[in-house]
């Protein structure tokens, strides 16, 4: 049995998590979830010798965002291994399931510092850019913008500048992910206790990145299709990796559609000199249109504010807006299914 506070420590323990530790009995176990399973979990450290645990039925009847996920720190009984609790969360990455059934898709918790991943061709994309940062940054989770493949093109200060049209705090790492130098400037984030995650598309050097960082393969790696710049998916599911350095860092499967969810603030914050700007509006409820005294398009006219920025912020406003409902709607729903369910089985022992 692993209890080495060090240990705990390397890979994301904190005080907050120790607190809540003092609630549950003084015998439970902490672990971390490294990976996540179709019925049980993969933990670090190991409990008697063991780094698969099963997970009791009752976790899978809870709501989404109650499950455990990859990040996660849980409690486990010494004796048998068994998940007992999972602690709060300090942060969540999280996004509407694909397939509008309303779910949320749960991607990592527990996270410092996000690697928002992009390549240097034709991958580049500022709205999928903007979708990931405003869910980064309603987690209150720092951004990182690292653009790789720099070596195959001319010059990337193209890309460089338009990455910094997404707001003046963005940080931006332009790289060669097999390049050990080219590094240096993420691995000054992967330091003992960080807990970073590899976030973008297909073929853009998330495991390559995971791979050099760590100093070993641990992730397969694919090359793109040269016809379109394109990723084959090679991970296929979301895991936590150990740092030689101390830290652990996340990488998942590409993400191609990235639908943000209950994301107001994250996206209030990607756009905050628009929000600014609306402050100043003659209307309280001005919608930025033709409304008289509007200040964001003055702004605009004045070509102090590009329109594509605009633009996009509208757009994910209106998404937000729909998909917070859209859960809204699913939580409403699970808790209305679930009355007539213990109802129902209320009834049923009553004969």
């Known amino acids: 049995m692993i209890t080495d506070a060090s240990i705990l420590n390397a890979i994301g323990w904190k005080p907050v998590f120790q607190q809540q530790l003092l609630q549950h009995a003084e015998d439970l176990v902490p672990a971390r979830v490294i990976a ?46 068994a998940l007992t609790a999972v602690l709060e969360r300090t942060t969540l990455i999280k996004r509407l399931s694909p397939g ?33 940062l405003s869910v980064v940054l309603e987690a209150g989770i720092q951004p990182v913008l690292v653009l790789t493949k720099a070596d195959t093109v ?24 097999l390049n050990a130098d080219d590094l240096q400037g993420l691995a000054n984030w992967c330091t003992s206790g960080q807990s970073i995650a590899l976030l973008g598309s297909s073929g853009v050097g998330k495991s390559t990145i995971v791979n050099s960082l760590a100093g070993d393969t641990v992730q397969v790696t694919q090359a793109v299709r040269a016809d379109d710049d394109k990723g084959r998916h090679t991970t296929t599911h979301r895991s936590l990796h150990v740092l030689p350095q101390g830290g652990v860092i996340l990488d998942s499967p590409g993400m191609r559609e990235f639908q943000i969810a209950e994301a107001e603030q994250g996206v209030g914050s990607l756009f905050a000199d628009i929000e600014d700007l609306a402050k100043l509006c003659k209307f309280n409820d001005c919608g930025h249109q033709r409304e008289p005294g509007c200040a964001v398009r003055q702004a605009l006219e004045r070509h102090e504010l590009e329109a594509r920025r ?19 709607e699913r939580h409403i729903r699970s808790r209305q299914f679930g009355k007539l369910s213990k109802k129902a089985i209320a009834a049923k022992e009553r004969k």
């Open 310 to 328: 605009l633009d996009s912020y509208f757009k994910l406003q209106k998404e937000e807006r729909f998909n917070r409902e859209t859960v809204a």
């Open 154 to 177: 001319e010059d990337p200060r193209e890309f460089v500048e338009q990455a910094k049209t997404l707001g003046p705090s963005v940080i931006v790492e332009v790289i060669n992910a």
């Open 100 to 132: 509008n059934t309303g779910d949320i898709q749960l991607i990592a918790a527990n996270i410092d510092t996000a690697f928002i991943v992009t390549s240097c061709n034709a991958e580049f994309n500022l709205g999928r850019l903007e979708r990931y």
């Open 36 to 81: 996540v399973q179709r019925t049980g979990l993969t933990v670090a450290p190991s409990v008697a010798g063991l780094t698969e645990i099963p997970v009791a039925g009752r976790f899978f009847l809870l709501p989404p965002e109650q499950r455990p996920t990859v990040g996660d720190w849980v409690l486990l009984d010494p004796s048998s291994g």
